[in-house]
């Protein structure tokens, strides 16, 4: 079901809509490793972020007479999914908790989805959007858990292997494992000496966990800057756990601190406006958690959809409070 055929077909399902962001290299971290080092700007996506590749593959094998589709993403699936649906002339419901801030709701919006408030919590509006399905006959598209999700998402290693055949290390951010799971994958079949590598923030890092654990696992979610990365693996996991156990090399955690100096990094150095959580890769390479990487080394810039007065802040160097946590400024200085 997820095969390098599987992910052939999405590229042809994505094509002209999803797909060929570039891939450019920083002269900065090329120079500080020795070696070519990559960055595949996903950030450039319409939505903002990768996603759309997965939802867009999803969304466009349904039947056109189906009623529908729903999710309870706040975040970049969400939009991906509220975007690719209204592209098919199909109703998006977006199910979401009233601790939603206003901004992400009018995102969603703005791209066409319908958004349905419901109780205080992320498993509230789970509720809601199951509930969807069972009675009026909407079809949930999950943010990673699914095949033709999966597959999409390793189209990105497609693009990217085409490019530059001697890829050697790939650094992926991670949190449901699917973009992890679709471009290991990928990668693996294209390429007989590349390793790959999964990177998520320490605090509530479910995939990792999982992997240690040596199945899927329950995390307790800490705010993060790479808020993207957060939530759990599903303890009903599928197809993501078990593609990321058999076909990554490692996973590496990072710090807010160590976040908080990579995204200092892509945006001074490479000019560059990503989330937290894209910057992972770049963070475990300059704190020396990934010495001497293999090269050419490759990263997935996954997203720009951040709150631009926090990212501001954070560049000039002031202290971020993130929910009960504050993370501390520092000036850059190259
Ligand atoms: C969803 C997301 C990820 C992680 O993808 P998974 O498939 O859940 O591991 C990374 N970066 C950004 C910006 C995302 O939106």
Redesign the pocket.
């Known amino acids: 079901m997820i095969s390098l055929e599987a992910v052939y077909s999405a590229a042809d399902q994505i094509r002209g809509v999803a797909d060929n962001t570039p891939m450019v290299p920083s002269a900065y971290l090329s120079r500080r490793s020795g070696t070519d080092f990559l960055l595949k700007l996903e950030n450039t996506q319409s939505i903002g972020?990768?996603?759309l590749r997965g939802a867009w593959n999803a969304i466009a094998k349904l039947p056109a007479d189906c009623n529908g589709v729903t999710c309870c993403s706040t975040?970049?699936?969400g939009r991906a999914v509220a975007f690719a649906a209204a592209q098919r002339g199909m109703q998006a419901v977006i199910c979401m908790s009233e601790l939603v801030p206003q901004a992400k709701i009018d995102g969603i919006k703005a791209l066409g989805g319908k958004i349905r408030i419901v109780g205080r919590s992320q498993d509230d509006a789970q509720v809601e959007s199951t509930r969807l399905v069972a009675e009026e006959g909407l079809v949930e598209i999950p943010?990673?858990d699914h095949p033709d999700v999966i597959s999409a998402?390793g189209t990105i290693a497609l693009e990217m292997l085409a490019a530059r055949p001697d890829i050697k290390t790939i650094l992926v951010?991670?949190?449901?494992?699917?973009?992890?799971?679709g471009v290991a994958m990928t990668a693996k079949a294209l390429s007989s000496d590349v390793k790959v590598i999964g990177i998520s923030m320490d605090q509530g890092a479910a995939?990792h966990q999982s992997l240690q654990a040596g199945k899927p696992v329950a995390v307790d979610e800490a705010p993060s800057l790479a808020d993207?990365?957060g939530?759990g693996v599903g303890l009903n996991n599928q197809f993501?756990f078990a593609l990321c156990q058999r076909y990554l090399d490692q996973t590496i955690l990072v710090t807010e601190e160590e976040i908080r100096d990579a995204m200092q990094v892509l945006f001074f150095e490479d000019r560059i406006v990503a989330?937290g959580?894209?910057v992972v890769g770049i963070a475990a390479f300059m704190s020396g958690k990934l010495p001497n990487p293999d090269g050419p080394v490759a990263t997935i810039i996954?997203?720009r959809?951040l709150d631009m007065h926090m990212f501001l802040d954070l560049m000039a160097g002031k202290d971020v409070r993130l929910g009960e946590t504050i993370v501390k400024g520092r000036r850059y200085a190259g």
């Open positions: 972020a990768f996603k975040g970049n699936h943010p990673f998402q951010p991670m949190s449901g494992g699917g973009l992890a799971a995939m993207s990365l939530g993501s989330e959580a894209c996954t997203g959809n």
